[in-house]
């Protein structure tokens, strides 16, 4: 068993779900236990500068600089420690399956749980690899302890490889799963002058572009009387939420788009007849067409103001974060190509696409440090058919490292 594997297998034994009812940061108190443990792993190999901030739970440290690398540019890598709230982190039973072969792999017989490469195809390209997955309880974790465990791994062998690099900044992070975990990092405590979040899935994964995201809450006033003298009177206000959601592109929805196709995500929908809300995602990777949807969702809340009655339908939207590209490709494509670079050196054929999703990266990039995305080998995040590949997780530690001494 490698190192990466052995810290990944010890990592994902420890509970870090946060919690989208929160009102506490972190949003539990569970995932200090991990951030306690990488601390004091980091002080006893040697890493320089490692602080755990105990009250908003960040790990920080830095991988001293070697052979003249003193001069070179700071590069840094951060991973999440939380897990999503979205399935159970605790009592995870990791299972290997060696040397897959191409078929279902059964998960839990008692509950007739099966992975299969008829539901997810992307299994086919791991025939004859190492597969973790779960038992069909819980979720796995590789999001993002995989990406911890390869930070960790690459952090132990540049501290006794004798390998050449500039200074390497590390740090883990809570609660990215629910959004503004990042909100509190300290960058100029981190020290970097560009970093790469280790959280992306399958090998080869390269990312620096996300949507830019915005959230809507709509809600709705309607005009209760007694059914019974109700002609001409009733304003029902279930009904017009059902009717703003009928006014939207039916065919821009995330069940019907990919790749650079941005969306409308009717998250919940309730009420009754005196009042409704509605609350939405809103996605798409350029920001005109971003800016665009958001305006397509007031004018409909203002033709229904119309038909209905002036503020009737209240419309609040705000911004959640932006597709950091407009950061990474003015000065600093050079982290794209490098990582490209360093994958292929390592025999792994780089996968550039955009994040359909968002990505603590996104705001680092703003906040003035550029970070881009890479894979960790995993797949079917947030559920429990999520699996990683092992030789995957090699692959990962050995581009950190390479990626540190490319600098």
């Not at 003249?68 to 399956?97: C, N, Q, W, Y």
């Not at 796995?140 to 390497?168: C, N, W």
């Not at 490709?329 to 390592?346: D, G, R, S, T, V």
């Not at 550039?352 to 996104?362: E, V």
Request: charged share 25%.
């Amino acid at each position: 068993m490698t190192d990466v594997i052995e810290k990944f297998l010890r990592y994902i034994a420890v509970d870090t779900q946060s919690s989208e009812e929160s009102e506490t940061f972190p949003s539990t108190e569970k995932q200090k236990n991990l951030a306690r443990m990488l601390y004091d792993e980091l002080c006893e190999m040697g890493a320089a500068d490692v602080y755990f901030n105990e009250r908003d739970c960040f790990v920080y440290a830095k991988i001293p600089a070697a052979d003249g690398g003193e001069s070179a540019r700071r590069l840094g890598f951060i991973a999440h420690m939380d897990t999503s709230p979205e399935a159970s982190g605790s009592g995870v039973k990791a299972r290997f399956v060696e040397n897959y072969d191409g078929g279902d792999i059964l998960l839990n017989a008692e509950k007739n749980i099966t992975l299969s490469p008829a539901q997810f195809p992307e299994l086919a390209a791991y025939r004859g690899k190492t597969l973790i997955v779960t038992d069909g309880t819980t979720l796995l974790g590789a999001d993002d302890k995989a990406g911890v465990a390869e930070i960790m791994a690459a952090a132990q062998r540049l501290l006794t490889s004798g390998l050449p690099h500039g200074e390497i900044c590390i740090a883990f992070t809570p609660d990215e799963e629910i959004g503004g975990g990042i909100d509190k990092f300290d960058i100029e405590h981190f020290g970097a002058d560009a970093a790469y979040t280790i959280d992306g899935g399958g090998l080869g994964e390269l990312e620096f572009e996300n949507f830019n995201a915005a959230s809507a809450h709509i809600t709705i006033t309607g005009l209760n009387v007694h059914t019974g003298e109700a002609k001409g009177k009733m304003i029902n206000a279930a009904q017009l939420a059902a009717e703003y959601e009928m006014l939207l592109p039916a065919a821009e929805k995330p069940e019907h788009t990919e790749g650079y196709e941005g969306f409308f995500h009717l998250l919940s929908i309730s009420g009754d007849t005196s009042r409704a809300e509605l609350k939405y995602l809103i996605r798409d990777h350029d920001r005109a067409k971003f800016e665009s949807r958001k305006e397509l969702m007031r004018r409909t809340a203002d033709l229904l103001n119309a038909k209905y009655g002036k503020g009737r339908v209240q419309i609040e939207i705000s911004d959640t974060y932006y597709n950091m590209r407009e950061k990474i490709e003015p000065q600093n494509m050079f982290l794209i190509e490098n990582a490209a670079e360093c994958m292929k050196e390592l025999g792994v054929q780089p996968k550039i696409q955009p994040i359909r999703g968002g990505t603590d990266g996104a705001n680092l990039s703003f906040r003035g440090l550029p970070c881009p995305n890479l894979f960790t080998g995993g797949h079917n995040y947030h559920g429990v058919y999520e699996y990683v590949c092992a030789e995957s997780m090699e692959l990962a530690a050995e581009l950190i490292v390479k990626l540190a001494c490319k600098g």
